[in-house]
T-cell receptor, first 115, second 116 residues
Framework: GQQLNQSPQSMFIQEGEDVSMNCTSS?????WLWYKQDPGEGPVLLIA?????ELTSNGRLTAQFGITRKDSFLNISASIPSDVGIYFC???????????????FGTGTLLAVQP | ETGVTQTPRHLVMGMTNKKSLKCEQH?????MYWYKQSAKKPLELMFV???????ENNSVPSRFSPECPNSSHLFLHLHTLQPEDSALYLC???????????????FGAGTRLSVL
């Protein structure tokens, strides 16, 4: 079945450093979503990607839809303390009719930023 | 503010209690979801409602009973829960599937449930 593997599982960095994380699957996805979850809150959408090769930015965040459609990357530049949280990738579960409204979530990357 | 409101934010209940979680969305969506998030586990989809009809029950124990009276409101009724049911329960909403692309889900802040 469709699964999403995120790496790394956790990152502990200094303020100002750049961050890279990725999400991979053995299955093809036609949409990639990146969410961030702050402690004690629900996930909030950061970036949505709809086309293979697409590169999209949201402030200091940049995400890319892999050309093979089996992976996606999220980069954060010049990290700040409020970047702390868990970052999830997600994609729609596909069946023979196309995308469904069920999302498959990755296992998450925990980011800690030391001032 | 994501447009999805969950109440209460925190709930402590005994194993013999009956309680309900409430979710309301103000986004005009017609699909709503319940997820369970336990420590160190991926988000687990529990239920999906499309146009008020339940379209997914992901093998959830019967002590969890969802209710969707209209497209804007979703409830999760709880009874005789177990301590292992303690978790963050998240509600989400989206447009129901209209095209080949997946639809973005918007989440509430969650209800932190502790079962004693």
């Amino acid at each position: 079945g469709q699964q999403l593997n995120q790496s790394p599982q956790s990152m502990f960095i200094q303020e100002g450093e750049d961050v890279s994380m990725n999400c991979t699957s053995s299955s093809i996805f036609n949409t990639w979503l990146w969410y961030k979850q702050d402690p004690g809150e629900g996930p909030v959408l950061l970036i949505a990607l709809y086309k293979a090769g697409e590169l999209t930015s949201n402030g200091r965040l940049t995400a890319q839809f892999g050309i093979t459609r089996k992976d996606s990357f999220l980069n954060i530049s010049a990290s700040i303390p409020s970047d702390v949280g868990i970052y999830f990738c997600a994609g729609p579960y596909l069946n023979y009719g196309g995308a469904t409204n069920k999302l498959i979530f990755g296992t998450g990357t925990l980011l800690a930023v030391q001032p | 503010e994501t447009g999805v409101t969950q109440t209460p934010r925190h709930l402590v209940m005994g194993m013999t209690n009956k309680k309900s979680l409430k979710c309301e969305q103000h986004l005009g969506h017609n699909a709503m979801y319940w997820y369970k998030q336990s420590a160190k586990k991926p988000l687990e989809l529990m239920f999906v409602y499309n146009f008020k009809e339940q379209t997914e029950n992901n093998s959830v124990p019967s002590r969890f009973s969802p209710e969707c009276p209209n497209s804007s409101h979703l409830f999760l009724h709880l009874h005789t829960l177990q301590p292992e049911d303690s978790a963050l329960y998240l509600c989400a909403s989206s447009q129901a599937l209209l095209h080949l692309r997946g639809n973005i889900q918007y989440f509430g802040a969650g209800t932190r449930l502790s079962v004693l």
